[in-house]
Structures are given as C-alpha cells and as structure tokens.
C-alpha cells in the first residue's frame, strides 16, 4: 500500500472511532482500515467479493411506511438494482436462486445486512432515520436487512432500465 493510502485509511478510522455511534466498537477485526481498488476504477462495494445489490421498490414502501417517511429515497441504502412488481421483501426468498436481469445472470447469494450509513440522510448527511432498529423491530428481523446479494460470473454484459428480471431454473 502507498503511503498516502495509509495515510488515508487511518484518518478515516480515527475519524470513525471518535463517533458517538462506533461502528468499530462492536467489530474490532475489521481493524486496521485499508485501502481496497485502484483509487480510479470506479466501484461501491463494501465486501472484497464484490457483490450486487438489489432490492424492491416494494420493500422500500414497506420501510418507509414503518419509519414514517413516505419520501423515503432509495439511494440511502445504496443498491446496484432496484425492481418493481414485487411483494414487499419477495426478493429475500430469492436467495440461493439464480436471476437473470437483461442478458446478466446472478447467483443470489445472501439478505445484505445493512450499516449505519443507511441512518444519514444521502442529501444531507445528517443521520435523522433510525432505519436498522426499525428493520429489527417493525419486521422481526435477527440482523438489519434490507436488499439481497448477488454475484455475477459473466463479464462484459450490460444491464439497463427496464431489463426484465426473472428466476432462472
């Protein structure tokens, strides 16, 4: 790792163990930070795996109505893919299944338990939601989940607005 790489990591984790509400205190062996990807690549993945999420408008509805934000915006939970048509939370009985989305095949590998992040606010920042005590409580949850996880085999193919998703036998 480069110095600067370091250098950044390390901000970022003294930063996060002076919050209030330390994501770290509980899990001590993601300790020390480091940097992941070639700094200009684009990509958002939080596990070396490098999976897709995706979720259902329906599930977010049902979010929404539980924390009492019928503008609830998708982007706080930060999903690669987002489907309509579905019964809310319908996606979490995909796991173990295969989809095709488009021409893209997935194997839907795990509920994608979500973080602290989804309690800020994406245009703001601030953190107003108390999104995973109500995914816990409001839809007797053991972990906070929201979305599913999935992992790709194809390379090259590309998904659009609109794709048809289905499971694949």
Not at 15 to 31: G, I, Q, T
Not at 132 to 149: E, G, H, R
């Amino acid at each position: 790792m480069r110095r600067h790489e370091t250098h950044a990591a390390a901000a970022v984790e003294d930063y996060v163990s002076r919050l209030d509400e330390n994501p770290f205190s509980r899990h001590p062996e993601r300790l020390p930070l480091r940097v992941v990807g070639d700094g200009v690549t684009p990509r958002y993945h939080d596990s070396e795996a490098g999976q897709v999420t995706l979720h259902s408008r329906e599930s977010l509805m049902a979010v929404a109505a539980a924390v009492g934000d019928p503008g609830l915006c998708e982007r706080r939970f930060r999903s690669n893919i987002a489907v309509e048509g579905l019964e809310a939370w319908d996606e979490q009985s995909w796991v173990g299944c295969k989809i095709c989305v488009g021409q893209v095949k997935f194997d839907v590998v795990m509920p994608k338990t979500r973080c602290l992040a989804t309690h800020a606010n994406p245009q703001t920042g601030n953190r107003d939601l108390p999104i995973l005590p109500t995914l816990i409580s409001a839809f007797a949850q053991q972990k906070p989940t929201f979305a599913v996880a999935m992992v790709t085999s194809g390379a090259g193919a590309r998904i659009h607005v609109g794709d048809e998703v289905s499971l694949v036998d």
